[in-house]
């Protein structure tokens, strides 16, 4: 069962314009919600995290949107770069616990 | 902070054999993680530790898995009898010891099964 759902699967936007990505949960005791981003061949590196006493944070070009009430959370990432080319992962873990459930991945392309 | 290093980086070996996996964590990292990735996924929990105590390892896939860390320091994920199906990205990351602490992640050891 996937704790995470993410989408969409693949994405494609112009260089300069934002990329958004999606991910809800089911599990209302989850408390922190972390962005992976991963190039290929190497590990995931985190990017940016949440928890949910916050509805925004932004970092630079990401910013993360949260909505308790409706169990999303999103990732924009503004200006898009060809270096921003990527999968990115959304996560989610329990407080106490130290599991991450990660999302299926997004895989964005930055069109120059 | 020289980050997570994961050794070997790929491993091909032939299906029925053992392999082991080595992860360094960071070094003022209490807490060492192994993750399982499949290709077009995210990284799956396998188990964890907190200094050389294994604190979870009911999410490990099978019995013929298993994690030591026997210092506390570096950490090593064997596979016994290897099937087809274990080929994977092996991913170890560290973190802090309180709630919530970054997972920090390594390159990862690819495993193919011949």
């Known amino acids: 069962q996937q704790q995470v759902k993410q989408s969409p699967q693949s994405l494609i936007v112009q260089k300069g314009g934002i990329s958004i990505i999606n991910c809800a949960y089911e599990n209302t005791a989850f408390d922190y919600f972390p962005w992976y981003q991963q190039f290929p061949g190497k590990g995931p590196a985190l990017l940016i995290a949440i928890r949910p006493d916050v509805s925004e944070k932004k970092e630079g070009r990401f910013t993360i949107s949260f909505n308790k009430s409706a169990k999303q959370f999103s990732l924009h990432i503004m200006d898009s770069q060809p270096g921003d080319s990527a999968t990115y992962f959304c996560a989610a873990s329990l407080s106490g616990a130290n599991n991450l459930f990660f999302g299926t991945g997004t895989r964005l392309t930055v069109i120059p | 902070d020289t980050g997570v290093s994961q050794n070997p980086r790929h491993k091909i070996t032939k299906r029925g054999q053992n392999v082991t996996f080595r992860c360094d964590p960071i070094?003022?990292?209490?807490?060492l993680y192994w993750y399982r990735q499949t290709l077009g996924q995210g990284p799956e929990f396998l188990t964890y530790f907190q200094n050389e105590a294994q604190l979870e390892k009911s999410r490990l896939l099978s019995d013929r898995f298993s994690a030591e860390r026997p210092k506390g320091s570096f950490s090593t994920l064997e596979i016994q009898r290897t099937e087809q199906g274990d080929s994977a990205m092996y991913l170890c990351?560290?973190?802090?010891?309180?709630?919530?602490?970054?997972?920090?992640f390594g390159d990862g050891t690819r495993l193919s099964i011949l």
């Open positions: 070094s003022e990292h209490n807490r």
């Open positions: 990351a560290s973190s802090r010891t309180g709630g919530n602490q970054p997972q920090h």
